[in-house]
């Protein structure tokens, strides 16, 4: 689809995670993770609206293998809420695996959520935490703040981009995902997964050439 979209006033570009520990040599790289930073920062001047988010996990979080005696990172445990892939020790508060990319350059910035904080719940989505019911509070400042469409961009697709879109469009957003302004991790089949899902929920997909 070649088709030109927006920006309009009250979009919103959403930057999932773009974070030292998903880009190469972090503990948690995304394949070409920091590939996305040159096609943010030039998107980003097209829209009004920017908002960032940060995985922010308290040390010993239960998403991190090492909290689970005998599991290795990237097998599945079965948690309070459901299942929860175990991670590596990642974007621990404070560390510099947590801090921006550095040429990540978005200093108009509106909003930086922090997710991920609470000890014993993920968050992947920049809505709700991994339970499906916490909120982070994002929606109701979406509302508040009259922002519209939601165009997401970030790592990783398959996991926080993934599920943030689809809370998007439960929460009732028109939902835009910038397909070369994410990288995945892409466990398993989960990248495929995560496009049907997508578009099954009616998430548009397009590519940044596309926009403005
Ligand atoms: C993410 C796994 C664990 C992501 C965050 O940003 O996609 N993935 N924490
Ligand atoms: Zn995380």
Not at 1 to 10: F, L, N, S, Y
Not at 128 to 150: I, S, W
């Amino acid at each position: 689809m070649t088709e030109r979209i927006g920006p309009e006033d009250d979009d919103l570009l959403l930057v999932i995670d773009v974070q030292n520990d998903f880009c190469g040599g972090g503990a948690l790289a995304v394949p070409e993770g920091e590939a996305v930073v040159p096609v943010i920062n030039a998107l980003a001047g097209r829209f009004g609206h920017i908002v960032l988010t940060q995985d922010w996990h308290p040390a010993g979080h239960l998403s991190f293998a090492s909290s689970h005696p005998g599991r290795q990172p990237f097998e599945t445990a079965e948690l309070g809420y459901g299942p929860q892939v175990l991670w590596p020790d990642h974007c621990v508060q404070g560390t510099q695996g947590a801090a921006f990319h550095a040429e990540l350059a978005l200093p108009q910035a509106e909003l930086v959520l922090r997710k991920g904080f609470r000890p014993a719940i993920d968050s992947y989505s920049a809505f709700f935490e991994n339970d499906q019911k916490t909120p982070t509070g994002l929606g109701g400042y979406l509302r508040e703040r009259g922002l519209g469409r939601v165009f997401l961009c970030g790592l990783a697709t398959d996991f926080c981009v993934q599920f943030s879109a689809l809370d998007a469009r439960r929460l009732g957003f028109e939902t835009v995902l910038i397909e070369d302004a994410c990288r995945a991790i892409d466990l398993e089949g989960s990248l495929a997964a995560a496009r049907a899902g997508m578009a099954e929920a009616g998430v548009l997909t397009v590519t940044a050439g596309q926009i403005g």
